[in-house]
C-alpha cells in the first residue's frame, strides 16, 4: 500500500489555507487604527496639567508619564495605518495614497511635539504652566483635530472609489471630514473654543469613521475586488520568485 493511501481525509482537510496578501495588510491596517484610540485616557490623564495650581502644587507625575506613552504610541501606530494602506489603495490612485502617508506623518510628528511640550511641564514646575500649556493645545489643534479631518478626505476618497470596504465607512469620513476641517480653522481663529463643547460632535463622525474602520479591516478585511486581486496576485509572484 502506497504511503499516499495512508492520508487521512482529516489530516488533509485540517491543512491551512495560506492568508492572502491583501488580508494581512488588511489586518495589520486595522490593528494599528484601533491602537490609534488608546490616548483617549489623556483628556483625563492631562486634567491636573491644565490647573492653575500644577506648577506649584505637589503630586505624582505618574498620569502624565502614562498620557505621554499613550500618545507616543498614537503617533506611532497612525504612521502604521498609513504604510499598511499604502501598497494596496496606491493601485487606485497613487497621489492621493502619498498624500496619506505624508499627512499621517505630519500628523505623529504634530503628536510628539505636543508630547515633549507637556513634559516639558513636569520639569519645569516652578517656572509657570500657562504658556507650555497653551502650546501643548495648539499642538494638539493642528495634530489630532485638523490632520484626521485630512486623512478622512484622502484616504475616504480612496476606500470610496475602490470599494474596498463598504461604501458606507468611507462616506462617514468624508461627512465627517469637512465638519471637524471647519470646526478647527474657527478654532485657530479665536472664534470658538478648541475644547469647548461643541468639539466633541464636530469629531464625532471622524471617531466614528476611525474605529468602525479599523474594526471592520480588523475583522473582515478588504473586500473582494480587482485592486485586492490584483495586490494578492503580485505578492504571490513575488513570493514565488523569492522561493527559487
Do not use: C
Not at 15 to 35: C, D, E, H, N, V
Not at 144 to 161: A, D, E, F, H, K
Not at 213 to 222: A, C, D, M, S
Amino acid at each position: 500500500m502506497s504511503t499516499s493511501t495512508l492520508t487521512s481525509p482529516r489530516t488533509a482537510s485540517t491543512k491551512r489555507t495560506p492568508m492572502r496578501a491583501s488580508r494581512k495588510q488588511s489586518l495589520a491596517a486595522g490593528i494599528f487604527y484601533l491602537l490609534t484610540f488608546v490616548s483617549i485616557p489623556t483628556l483625563v490623564l492631562y486634567g491636573n496639567a491644565h490647573k492653575a495650581g500644577f506648577i506649584t502644587g505637589s503630586g505624582p507625575d505618574s498620569s502624565v508619564y502614562i498620557g505621554a506613552v499613550l500618545e507616543v504610541i498614537v503617533a506611532l501606530t497612525g504612521i502604521g495605518t498609513a504604510i499598511a494602506l499604502f501598497p494596496v489603495v496606491k493601485r487606485q490612485n497613487e497621489s492621493l495614497a502619498l498624500g496619506f502617508v505624508a499627512a499621517r506623518t505630519l500628523e505623529a510628528a504634530g503628536i510628539i511635539a505636543g508630547v515633549a511640550s507637556i513634559l516639558s511641564l513636569v520639569s519645569l514646575r516652578q517656572s509657570g504652566v500657562g504658556a507650555l500649556v497653551s502650546m501643548y493645545d495648539r499642538f494638539f489643534m493642528l495634530s489630532q483635530s485638523l490632520m484626521p479631518s485630512i486623512n478622512g478626505v484622502l484616504l475616504g476618497t480612496l476606500l470610496y472609489r475602490s470599494r474596498l470596504v463598504p461604501r458606507i465607512l468611507p462616506t462617514i469620513g468624508l461627512i465627517g471630514a469637512p465638519i471637524l476641517f471647519v470646526y478647527t480653522m474657527l478654532a485657530v481663529g479665536g472664534v470658538v473654543d478648541n475644547f469647548g463643547p461643541a468639539a466633541g460632535p464636530a469629531a464625532l463622525l471622524i471617531a466614528v469613521w476611525e474605529l468602525s474602520l479599523g474594526i471592520y479591516l480588523t475583522v473582515k478585511g478588504f473586500k473582494p475586488s480587482p485592486i485586492a486581486d490584483a495586490f494578492d496576485a503580485e505578492a504571490a509572484a513575488k513570493a514565488e520568485a523569492f522561493a527559487r
